[in-house]
């Protein structure tokens, strides 16, 4: 039924409530006399039908005034007229109640015989008045849809914004079922949830409704509704109340809210740019698309600054990024990584050259759907009739784009969607735009760091090496890793490994200095515990220049073939494994750990360990062998179970630490250094003492000469017995004994003098007329290296030359 007019009867048809099962009525005879009470009377006034029955009426008003008006009513309605209005009762308890009173006569055949009277409660009645507005403004003013079915669930009543928003007349609907006249909605969700209302007498709140309105046929709509079930005083249903409001921009606004909300959860969990725009896809579907595809520019993968300013012509895109409803993603004519070309008049080019979002509502009506045969031959294919192509734009640079297509959904993409799809894109687009600039600066930094570390170790007679650098993970960068294999004289050498704190360029750049640092001091040929003492001058004073600066820790280890001795020195590094030629490891917890590089005010110590030759040394950095989830001793247990078999070859050691040791989740970098020591002969050395005497100069040629001959290096004779002569010469002259002299036949042959003078030499270049000074340039000449060391009880001035003829004779 639609709702009545007020002039129809609103209170007769909404209820009257002196008129209903409820009200209160008596009888009073033509003598004012009650003979007829209610129980209901009894209930609203407190007395018994025993105790006003014969009593008269008026006695019951609460003021003497009130009797009087009520006789003189009574006289003036004599005709027969009724009379309605609110007067003041006295309630059996003696309080006054004002009741709404409703007097009309009672006629017989002898003429009227009395009044039938009609109570009820005067604050009930305002009440039920309100009652009855809010109902007609409920079913005639409301823009809430508001309908009534039976319990066969057949529309029995509709208001009026029903009407409008169904396009059918209140006539149409009334008596036939909601699915007969409203297809366009959920009809079968709508009769379940009206079922269990019915059934069960328990309401249900906010169930959403989704369908096109027949005002509005292009776009979805979304109404929240809300059923209860109506009953009788009895409890009989009598059927359903439910009331429907359209939601639809709330619905939007809050799925925007929870797919930007989602997007921020899942993208950009890692600094990858491709595994980035693949989140980007993956968070996009099912909530905003069937299917998604992101390609971005070749610039943007490598990590580089796309050129500013739009982009026209053919433009080639990387595909970075595909997810689809379908687990084959059968929509994508190209797969993640492989280059796509895009032609002018695509949607992605004209994306891209204008950098606003392209809108395809329906794919047959594009023009460029016409003109690309094998794009719509796979469109048709796979269903897609709907697409947004929305630029990845950030911090004002265009990385490429995100094309959202529906396939399964039959509604075309609208305005809102887009708006929603650009929301979208441009949070996601800062994301992909902090991996690229991630990607940008660790491949800077490892660029740098690679070119800092040495990309070929010589093979030195003291020792056989390899090595390995391995980065960081990708989210973490570079870092301050290196190592060193150093030549020193008397055919010794240093073995380094160090590990700047921190990631990225700037430990590099640090990293690079201590490595310069280590050059010069090596040349300068200081013991690993001076060496160390020196680099942690420097890191202090790097730190004063830059708060940055945090450290660093070092190994530095000092092997000499002729002894077989091995010194080291360490700062807050872990110590070396030690494989002995059985393949018993050890790590040489003894060597004194000492500080960390930058602490400063504390001394380093040496140690000291004799090698048998073939002893293989392992030098790490901490990167090696921790991890966030590994502990350190698991990681020292597989070094020496990985490094303990001798018999392999150094490169397949190292293999096996980068695939047995190596944590796979690291947040630092790693460096490895192996070196398995050589001794040199005894028969490959020879030294000689000397006395401080002139003539022991000429003794000293004879030596050397004979010592040549004997290792068959004649051709280097005339120039090392030239500089035998000058160093001998000046250490008789200028220094004081013991002096000795040593020649070593290594892959150089190296000649040594030494005595107990700590004065340094000096190079000069003499004038024309001057005899001396002219030693030590000769030697620099004659030798392809030379320098001096200093020990404890003096110092040795060495030179090397060569032993190929045609170094030797390119050094002459």
């Known amino acids: 039924m639609s709702v009545p007019n007020v002039s129809e009867g609103l209170g007769a048809r909404l209820g009257d409530p002196l008129h209903g099962p409820y009200t209160a009525t008596a009888?009073?005879?033509?003598?004012?006399?009650?003979?007829?009470?209610?129980?209901?009377?009894?209930?609203?006034?407190?007395?018994?039908?025993?105790?006003?029955?014969?009593?008269?009426?008026?006695?019951?008003?609460?003021?003497?005034?009130?009797?009087?008006?009520?006789?003189?009513?009574?006289?003036?309605?004599?005709?027969?007229?009724?009379?309605?209005?609110?007067?003041?009762?006295?309630?059996?308890?003696?309080?006054a109640v004002r009741i709404a009173l409703r007097v009309r006569p009672v006629h017989c055949r002898e003429g009227q015989a009395g009044w039938s009277l009609s109570a009820f409660?005067?604050?009930?009645?305002?009440?039920?008045?309100?009652?009855?507005?809010?109902?007609?403004?409920?079913?005639?003013?409301?823009?809430?849809?508001?309908?009534?079915?039976?319990s066969e669930l057949r529309y029995r009543w509709v208001n009026a914004a029903m009407e409008r928003g169904s396009a059918v007349p209140a006539a149409r609907l009334i008596g036939r079922r909601i699915g007969e006249v409203t297809p366009w909605v959920n009809v079968e969700g709508i009769e379940e949830v009206l079922r269990r209302v019915r059934d069960t007498g328990e309401p249900v709140l906010d169930f959403q409704v989704r369908g096109q309105g027949p005002s509005d046929p292009d776009r979805e709509h979304v109404w929240s509704g809300s059923s209860f079930r109506l009953t009788d005083p009895a409890g009989r249903v009598l059927g359903m109340c439910q009331i429907c409001v359209d939601v639809t921009e709330g619905y939007w606004a809050q799925r925007r809210l929870a797919l930007l909300t989602e997007a921020g959860t899942r993208i950009g969990t890692?600094?990858?740019?491709?595994?980035?725009?693949?989140?980007?896809?993956?968070?996009?579907?099912?909530?905003?698309?069937?299917?998604?595809?992101?390609?971005?520019?070749?610039?943007t993968v490598r990590g580089e600054e796309p050129a500013p300013g739009p982009v026209s012509g053919q433009v080639l895109l990387r595909r970075s990024g595909i997810s689809s409803i379908h687990e084959d993603a059968s929509e994508a004519l190209y797969a993640v990584g492989e280059a796509v070309a895009f032609h002018p008049g695509t949607p992605q080019v004209r994306c891209l050259a204008t950098g606003q979002s392209v809108l395809v509502r329906r794919l047959e009506t594009d023009e460029w759907y016409a003109s690309d045969p094998q794009t719509a031959e796979k469109a048709r294919e796979v269903g897609a009739h709907s697409l947004m192509v929305v630029p990845l734009r950030?911090?004002?640079?265009?990385?490429?784009?995100?094309?959202?297509?529906?396939?399964?959904?039959?509604?075309?993409?609208?305005?809102?969607?887009?708006?929603?799809?650009?929301?979208?894109?441009?949070?996601?687009?800062?994301?992909?735009?902090?991996?690229?600039?991630?990607?940008?600066?660790?491949?800077?930094?490892?660029?740098?760091?690679?070119?800092?570390?040495?990309?070929?170790?010589?093979?030195?007679?003291?020792?056989?090496?390899?090595?390995?650098?391995?980065?960081?993970?990708?989210h973490a960068g570079a870092g301050g890793d290196w190592f060193d294999v150093l030549p020193l004289s008397g055919a010794r050498v240093a073995l380094v490994v160090g590990d700047v704190t921190g990631h990225g360029l700037h430990a590099a750049a640090v990293m690079g200095r201590l490595r310069t640092a280590v050059y010069t001091l090596a040349d300068l040929d200081l013991d690993p515990d001076e060496i160390l003492t020196q680099l942690d001058d420097l890191v202090i004073r790097l730190a004063q220049e830059d708060p940055d600066c945090e450290g660093a820790t070092c190994l530095y280890a000092v092997y000499d073939p002729i002894s077989r001795v091995c010194t080291f020195a360490r700062a807050g590094h872990p110590p070396p494994a030690l494989v002995q030629p059985d393949g018993a490891v050890e790590f040489c917890e003894d060597i004194p750990p000492g500080p960390p590089l930058g602490l400063g005010g504390l001394p380093f110590e040496t140690a000291e360990r004799k090698l048998a030759e073939g002893t293989l040394l392992a030098l790490y950095t901490d990167g090696l062998i921790e991890a966030a989830e590994q502990d350190a001793e698991i990681g020292l247990e597989r070094l020496a179970r990985t490094v303990a078999d001798p018999s392999r070859s150094l490169e397949q050691l190292c293999e096996s630490v980068e695939t047995s040791v190596v944590p796979e989740r690291r947040s630092d970098d790693a460096a490895l250094l192996l070196a398995r020591t050589r001794a040199l002969a005894a028969d490959r050395v020879a030294s000689w003492e000397l006395p401080a005497d002139p003539a022991q100069v000429a003794q000293a040629r004879d030596l050397t000469t004979r010592q040549l001959a004997d290792w068959d290096v004649e051709p280097l004779a005339f120039a090392t017995e030239l500089i035998v002569s000058e160093l001998v010469t000046n250490a008789i002259r200028y220094a004081r004994g013991p002096i000795g002299l040593r020649l070593i036949h290594a892959e150089a042959l190296i000649c040594e003098v030494s005595d107990g003078s700590l004065s340094a030499p000096h190079l000069r270049r003499a004038r024309v007329h001057d005899e001396g000074g002219r030693g030590l340039f000769l030697v620099a000449q004659l030798a392809s290296r030379w320098g001096t060391r200093y020990g404890r009880d003096g110092k040795t001035i060495w030179a090397e030359q060569p032993l190929s003829p045609l170094e030797v004779s390119s050094g002459l």
């Open 121 to 150: 409660d005067a604050r009930q009645v305002g009440q039920e008045e309100v009652d009855r507005a809010i109902l007609q403004a409920l079913f005639s003013q409301s823009p809430i849809r508001i309908i009534v079915v039976d």
């Open 270 to 299: 890692t600094l990858d740019v491709v595994h980035t725009a693949q989140e980007l896809a993956d968070a996009a579907v099912p909530e905003l698309a069937d299917f998604v595809l992101v390609d971005l520019l070749e610039a």
């Open 27 to 95: 009888f009073v005879d033509g003598r004012g006399r009650i003979s007829l009470w209610s129980m209901e009377a009894e209930a609203l006034l407190g007395y018994s039908a025993d105790e006003v029955c014969g009593t008269l009426a008026a006695d019951l008003l609460a003021a003497p005034e009130g009797r009087e008006a009520a006789l003189a009513a009574r006289e003036r309605h004599a005709d027969g007229q009724g009379w309605d209005g609110v007067v003041a009762m006295k309630h059996h308890d003696g309080r």
């Open 394 to 474: 950030a911090r004002g640079i265009t990385l490429g784009v995100a094309v959202f297509g529906r396939n399964r959904e039959p509604q075309p993409y609208d305005e809102g969607d887009m708006a929603l799809a650009e929301d979208f894109s441009s949070r996601a687009a800062v994301c992909v735009d902090n991996a690229r600039r991630y990607t940008r600066e660790h491949n800077t930094a490892l660029t740098l760091q690679r070119s800092l570390l040495p990309h070929e170790v010589p093979d030195y007679p003291a020792v056989e090496t390899a090595h390995r650098y391995l980065p960081a993970a990708a």
